[in-house]
């Protein structure tokens, strides 16, 4: 029993001595996924292995200061929050994205992780929403997706689709159907900000009985949509 315990907090030593290259922490409104209006502690990391067309956050690509586990978790906690959202970025293109979220659940966050699908999420831990982005044609990365991400969804998982275009959304609606994902998770449909009508959008959705959610960036409807930290 004693030297489980002392592997355990080996173990522990190790993981706070772990680092991440992170582009910004703030503190402000879930804008995005079922967790939408909650007070959220956002961590964005530095880095992204794709270059979607509608990408509002390209400051992310390469701006960043590296910080250990230890000093990323005493400044989520400092924020008071039940919510913490690990974005990007991509943080998935970094490996000690894992043990953070881990500690992050063992501490009693709720957490969930925003990624473009691209990196392998069967090791995330079960506890953590995953919100997982498949890219369209129109986005310049529509290849990108790992379909074996498809495989390890839970139930509380979230899959997005951010259409550009009307192929877009007709490319969406027939992998919707053909990989059967609203029986697998909960599915959203979100307009590229200024570039589809949130009205056209709705009325497809609409039109066509889709079992989806129509998602809109609620941070952009209540701050000024080009403001960072929000």
Known sequence: MKGSMLETNHTEKQNQDL???????FYSIQGESTLAGWPTVFVRTTGCNIRCNYCDTKYSYYE???FLLSQLETKIKSYKAQHVCITGGEPMAQKNILPLMKNLCDQGYTVSLETNGYYDTTQVDSRVIKVIDIKTPDSDAGNSFNFKNL???NPQDQ??????SENDYEWAKQLIS??????????FMSPAFETMSNKSLAEKILSDSLHV???????????NP???GV
Not at 19 to 25: A, D, F, T, V
Not at 178 to 187: F, I, P
């Open 64 to 66: 960043g200061t590296e």
């Open 226 to 228: 080009n403001t960072r």
């Open 159 to 164: 899959i997005k689709f951010v259409l550009c």
């Open 151 to 153: 495989e390890a969804l």
């Open 178 to 187: 053909e990989k059967s994902l609203e029986k697998k998770c909960t599915v």
């Open 213 to 223: 959610r129509l998602q809109l960036q609620l941070h952009k409807y209540i701050w």
């Open 19 to 25: 680092s991440l290259k992170i582009n910004e922490i």
